[in-house]
């Protein structure tokens, strides 16, 4: 339940950080949001205390889907640095 607060708020808080830029003559991009829950799911795929009850495999399968997020947001920036 926690997690799916916190996945909530970090959402609302980037969808009014992207608000507030598009209205200061920046731009505003739903990418930006996503990047946002990512960090928070890094940051609590990682981070998380051990002490929550979560099996050692779910652990696991979470992180290894979360660098499998990370490596697919990183991929275009790689691929325009190769050239």
Same mark, same amino acid.
């Given at each position: 339940? @926690?997690?799916?607060?916190?996945?909530?708020?970090?959402?609302?808080?980037?969808?009014?950080?992207?608000?507030? @830029?598009?209205?200061?003559? #920046? !731009?505003?991009?739903?990418?930006?949001?996503?990047?946002? &829950?990512?960090?928070? &799911?890094?940051?609590? !795929?990682?981070?998380?205390?051990? #002490?929550?009850?979560?099996? &050692? @495999?779910?652990? #696991?399968?979470?992180?290894?889907?979360?660098?499998? &997020?990370?490596?697919?947001?990183?991929?275009?920036?790689?691929?325009?640095?190769?050239?």
């Amino acid at each position: 339940m @926690q997690i799916l607060v916190v996945l909530v708020l970090a959402g609302m808080v980037g969808m009014l950080i992207e608000l507030v @830029q598009g209205n200061i003559g #920046r !731009t505003s991009e739903v990418k930006d949001i996503c990047r946002d &829950l990512l960090g928070v &799911l890094v940051a609590m !795929t990682f981070l998380v205390p051990s #002490r929550y009850a979560v099996s &050692l @495999q779910l652990r #696991r399968v979470c992180k290894v889907f979360v660098i499998v &997020l990370i490596l697919l947001e990183a991929y275009p920036l790689a691929k325009s640095y190769c050239r």
